[in-house]
């Protein structure tokens, strides 16, 4: 990402601070009841210390991956060699999402959870924390990065992920036949409007009404922003949550009117 580009971003974030809404905006029972007791819940488990502390010794790392992708989202400077702390630095999500999504699994239930883009596996860790008993499919597309993911999720002592490693092109459209149901699906690399689009319309085949899709860095370029739009107005899309650098997408049918919401969080 160019410095022009990080003007740009900084900018859209905040437009989007100031003009956010909040629960006093919603009249969604479905919604307002997510933003009680999901987006203001602040209360620290003990599964979060553990996956940070974690955190923190990846980002004084200095052992190096012989990277073979990290895709168009990757902001970390060229060449096949990369240090840990970087990839840790640049490709891992900030705390306060991973928490996010422990505590929507918890609120959500979901029985089925895949994610493309393991990375340094901290986001998975948090989705395979909030549900012990639920088996956690990850796809990373470099084998190195999965391997280093491997070790961390052993050090955390998490039986409940399964690695696939592929391009997502190839392996997504397996793995979604073989789950049938795509309750939640998080969606973290190949930051390109027709690959996001693609790997969409391929989990729409696989959910239902209970179904949450999440999709990473939508703002990040106007190209992103462009395949956000284009979900958004999926005729199945019922409801999209913008909390800039992720949105949640669902299709719930007690939804009469498709409504799309943007939330400070």
Not at 9 to 34: C, E, I, M, Q
Not at 52 to 63: P, T, V
Request: glycine share 4%.
């Amino acid at each position: 990402m160019g410095l022009s580009q990080q003007y740009q971003l900084a900018g859209k974030y905040l437009k989007y601070y100031f003009t956010a809404g909040n629960r006093h905006d919603v009249h969604s029972p479905f919604v307002f009841s997510l933003i009680e007791n999901v987006l203001r819940d602040r209360k620290k488990h003990p599964a979060f210390k553990e996956i940070e502390e974690l955190r923190r010794q990846l980002l004084k790392s200095e052992e190096t991956l012989r990277v073979t992708d990290l895709g168009a989202g990757s902001l970390i400077s060229t060449g096949n060699e990369r240090k840990v702390k970087d990839i840790t630095r640049f490709a891992a999500k900030q705390p306060k999402f991973g928490q996010l999504f422990y505590r929507l699994i918890q609120y959500l239930q979901p029985k089925r959870i895949l994610e493309l883009g393991t990375s340094m596996g901290l986001s998975t860790a948090y989705m395979a924390k909030a549900a012990p008993n639920t088996n956690v499919i990850t796809i990373e597309g470099c084998p190195n990065i999965a391997a280093k993911a491997a070790q961390n999720f052993q050090s955390l002592n998490l039986h409940n992920i399964r690695q696939v490693t592929g391009n997502f092109d190839t392996v997504l459209p397996e793995v979604l036949k073989e789950i049938q149901l795509a309750d939640w699906v998080y969606i973290d690399g190949n930051h390109r409007k027709d690959p996001t689009i693609a790997y969409f319309n391929e989990c729409l085949k696989y959910t239902d009404e209970y179904s949450v899709l999440i999709f990473d860095d939508i703002h990040w370029t106007p190209d992103m922003e462009a395949a956000w739009h284009t979900i958004q107005d999926h005729p199945k899309v019922t409801c999209t949550i913008d909390l800039f650098f992720i949105g949640l997408v669902f299709f719930r049918k007690d939804f009469k009117v498709k409504q799309h919401f943007t939330l400070k969080y």
